[in-house]
Nanobody, 117 residues
Framework: VQLQASGGGSVESGGSLRLSCAASSKISTINIMGWYRQGLGNKRELVASIAASGIIDYADSVKGRFTISRDNAKNMVHLQMNKLTPEDTDVYYC????????????WGQGTLVTVSS
């Protein structure tokens, strides 16, 4: 599975951005898709995930501000980010997690989100 992330950029505090991740395979066959972020010198952390069942999980720091969604018809996952703060500045990565006897995990290239105060 290849993942292509897009939508990063620069925005002022309080602004919004929408990240998109296009998958080369039908995402209906992907158990979980998610967005992670990683700052320089920091550990990559989960931002939001959405399972094929529809179960959604968010990091506490983004609850109420970010919304993850999946478009099975277009094989895409989106992350709508509202009320951005400088603390959201990071490189964001799309992730796919497939369970077929064992776990297969895939990563897209990062997309940079910069929020200025």
């Amino acid at each position: 599975v290849q993942l292509q992330a897009s939508g990063g950029g620069s925005v002022e505090s309080g602004g919004s951005l929408r990240l998109s991740c296009a998958a080369s395979s039908k995402i209906s066959t992907i158990n979980i898709m998610g967005w992670y972020r990683q700052g320089l010198g920091n550990k990559r952390e989960l931002v939001a995930s959405i399972a094929a069942s529809g179960i959604i999980d968010y990091a506490d720091s983004v609850k109420g501000r970010f919304t993850i969604s999946r478009d099975n018809a277009k094989n895409m996952v989106h992350l709508q980010m509202n009320k951005l703060t400088p603390e959201d500045t990071d490189v964001y990565y799309c992730n796919a997690w497939i369970l077929q006897g064992r776990v297969f995990e895939y990563w897209g290239q990062g997309t940079l989100v910069t929020v200025s105060s």
